[in-house]
C-alpha cells in the first residue's frame, strides 16, 4: 500500500494544513536539511520508536555557517518524543540542519514541522526526513507566480566544499542553469524567485547535481485571494 498522514491545525496563532508520506521502516539516520527559529517561525521534531527496547539518539543541529549544537535523548519502546528547536537556546533566531542518529543501533522514525507567519503568510509544512544524503535530487513541483514563492535548502552534512548544478525546467519548455558551491557543513538557500528568468514561473520543477552527497528539500510559499500558506 501508500500512506500518507495530513494534519489540519490551529497552532499559536497559525492555521493551516500540512501532510508527508510514512516511513516504509525506521532507520538510525535522518537527515533535514532545513529548519527555521527566527522570528515568527517554529520548527518541532518529532521522533518515535516503534521497537520494543528503549533507543538513545542524538541530534545535530548545524547552522548555515557551520556551527554546531548537539543534544542527547532517548525514548521509550513504542513512545515518541518532541523536540522544540525554540527551546534550545542557541538554535533561536537562526536557521539550520538536523541530522537524527541512533546510539545504540535502535531505528527510529523522524519527522519535522515548520509553522510560520511572514510576509503576509501564515501556515505549516513537514516533511519525513531522509535516510542518506545523495549527488542527485529531484523536485516535481514549484512555482514564483501568482503569489507563490519556491526555496531550494541545500546541506552539505559531511564532504568537503562541494559543487552544485542546479537546473530549473518551466512549463515552457526551457531550461535555466545555475551553479553553486557549498562549503562543508553549510547550508545554502536558493530563492529561486529571486534568479533571473524564473521570476515568474508556473510551472516548475527542479533537478540538483553535485559532485558530493547532500540532503535537499524544497519549501513553496503561496498567497493569494482565498488563502495562504
Known amino acids: 500500500v501508500v500512506a500518507e498522514r495530513s494534519t489540519k491545525f490551529r497552532y499559536h496563532g497559525k492555521a493551516g494544513a500540512h501532510s508527508t508520506i510514512g516511513a ?58 518532541r523536540i522544540a528547536a525554540k527551546n534550545i537556546k542557541s538554535l533561536r533566531g537562526r536557521e539550520f540542519s538536523t541530522k537524527i542518529e541512533s546510539l545504540n543501533g535502535v531505528g527510529l522514525v ?31 513541483a514549484g512555482a514564483t507566480k501568482g503569489g507563490f514563492s519556491t526555496k531550494v535548502l541545500i546541506h552539505n552534512p ?10 530549473f525546467y518551466t512549463g515552457d519548455g526551457r531550461k535555466t542553469t545555475r551553479r553553486f558551491t557549498i562549503g562543508k557543513r553549510r547550508q545554502l538557500s536558493i530563492a529561486v524567485d529571486g534568479l533571473t528568468g524564473l521570476k ?6 527542479i533537478k540538483l547535481q553535485t559532485n558530493r552527497a547532500v540532503v535537499a528539500e524544497k519549501v513553496v510559499y503561496f498567497r493569494d485571494a482565498k488563502a495562504n500558506g
Open 24 to 81: 516504509p521502516f525506521p532507520s538510525r539516520l535522518w537527515h533535514f536539511a532545513y529548519g527555521n527559529s527566527k522570528s515568527n517561525f517554529e520548527t518541532i521534531f518529532f521522533v518515535y520508536n516503534p521497537s520494543s527496547r528503549t533507543a538513545t539518539f542524538r541530534a545535530v543541529f548545524t547552522g548555515k555557517q557551520g556551527s554546531r549544537v548537539t543534544r542527547l535523548y532517548s525514548v521509550g519502546a513504542g513512545n515518541r518524543i
Open 110 to 140: 523522524a519527522e519535522r514541522a515548520t509553522y510560520f507567519k511572514f510576509k503576509g503568510r501564515e501556515g505549516g509544512h513537514s516533511t519525513i526526513g531522509v535516510t542518506s544524503p545523495s549527488k542527485r535530487w529531484i523536485f516535481a
Open 158 to 167: 559531511e564532504g568537503g566544499k562541494t559543487s552544485v548544478r542546479a537546473e
Open 200 to 205: 515568474d514561473s508556473k510551472d516548475l520543477s
